[in-house]
Structures are given as structure tokens and as C-alpha cells.
T-cell receptor, first 108, second 116 residues
């Protein structure tokens, strides 16, 4: 299996930095993706990693370590609108599996 | 960028009705599309993989006769919930991926299905 684990909930303050972790157990995959999902809406693509290391996209960055089975999504300069669920997903051979998601609440 | 259109957004109907949901890739061709279901405060659960020109691949526990999938063209997949019952009420989302290595999946806006 691909057991994908994320914390269920996190809370952070507006303007701060938050790191959302994702760990997995799988024998191999093509890439690891991060999606944002606001309540009642479909997920939107944020970032993906194929190789180990950090991928930066504006306020959002994602990191992958295949040897450690670990990824994180880093959100900087948090805004109230960043309150949402963040989904980690593994992609392999045209098949994508999602973690349960982390519900982030940003407080003033 | 790639866009996936899903229709309808909302469906409210009586128990026993069959409901068809359409998923279209608007500016790319998709040999494979995916259908997910999401219950409140839960994760996306893959129901089936829709393959253009061939039978869909269903996940374990998903009834293929209950959830009919047709992928008749490279830009359209449909999911029909047959004889829907209240327990089928959920948020159904389709996705598709443009060809090419490590292209992300793009999601439709989802269909909120409520069976009375």
C-alpha cells in the first residue's frame, strides 16, 4: 500500500510560517503533489516534487526526501484565505492517491 | 492552463432516480479520467479510473453496476449513479491529466449530489 499520513488539523497565525508534513510508505512513485481544497470546492494544484529537494513557488514551497519517505509544504506570510485543507498525493503510473488532508486554520 | 469542466454542480432528486454527471477536458485530450467521491470532512476517495474506448477500472468496494462510467471520447467521461439512494449523497469530483511526464491532475468543480 501507499499509506499516506498527514496531521489532521493545524492552526497558525496570520503572517506566520507553517509547515505541513506528509509521510508515506511506498516502494516507488513518479511524483508527489500538493493540492489546496477550500470547503465545498474541488482541489486546486499547488506544487509537485519529482526529485529530492525544495521547490519554491511564491509563498508556497514543497520539499521531498525519497530516502526518508517524507515531504512537507511550507506556507509563508500566511493570509486568512489560506485557511483550507491541504492534500498530499502520490502519483505513480497514471494513478494518484491522496492523503486524508490537513485542515489549516489561520487566525488573526 | 488545462481546464476540466464538470456538470452539473448541484443535483437534488428523489430516491430511485438515476443521475448523470459529465466531465470534460476543455483544452487537452485525456485518455484517462478519474472519478472521486468525498464525504464531509473526509479525504478524496478514488472510485474508478475511466479509460477512453475501454472499460473503466473500479476500486475495491465500488459497485460497477451502480456507478456506470462511459468514456466515449478523449474529452468526455460520464458517471451515472443508477437508482440513487440517500447514502449515495456526496460530493463527486472528476479529474484529468494532460499527457506528459509529471503533469498534475486538474479537477472539475465537483457535483454535490443530494438524494431525498
Amino acid at each position: 500500500g501507499q499509506n499516506i499520513d498527514q496531521p489532521t488539523e493545524m492552526t497558525a497565525t496570520e503572517g506566520a510560517i507553517v509547515q505541513i508534513n506528509c509521510t508515506y510508505q511506498t516502494s516507488g512513485f513518479n511524483g508527489l503533489f500538493w493540492y489546496q481544497q477550500h470547503a465545498g470546492e474541488a482541489p486546486t494544484f499547488l506544487s509537485y516534487n519529482v526529485l529530492d529537494g525544495l521547490e519554491e513557488k511564491g509563498r508556497f514551497s514543497s520539499f521531498l526526501s525519497r530516502s526518508k519517505g517524507y515531504s512537507y509544504l511550507l506556507l509563508k506570510e500566511l493570509q486568512m484565505k489560506d485557511s483550507a485543507s491541504y492534500l498530499c498525493a502520490l502519483y505513480n503510473n497514471n494513478d494518484m492517491r491522496f492523503g486524508a488532508g490537513t485542515r489549516l486554520t489561520v487566525k488573526p | 492552463g488545462a481546464v476540466v469542466s464538470q456538470h452539473p454542480s448541484w443535483v437534488i432528486c428523489k430516491s430511485g432516480t438515476s443521475v448523470k454527471i459529465e466531465c470534460r477536458s476543455l483544452d487537452f485530450q485525456a485518455t484517462t479520467m478519474f472519478w472521486y467521491r468525498q464525504f464531509p470532512k473526509q479525504s478524496l476517495m478514488l472510485m474508478a479510473t475511466s479509460n477512453e474506448g475501454s472499460k473503466a477500472t473500479y476500486e475495491q468496494g465500488v459497485e460497477k453496476d451502480k456507478f456506470l462510467i462511459n468514456h466515449a471520447s478523449l474529452t468526455l467521461s460520464t458517471l451515472t449513479v443508477t437508482s440513487a439512494h440517500p447514502e449515495d449523497s456526496s460530493f463527486y469530483i472528476c479529474s484529468a491529466r494532460d499527457m506528459g511526464n509529471n503533469q498534475p491532475q486538474h479537477f472539475g468543480d465537483g457535483t454535490r449530489l443530494s438524494i431525498l
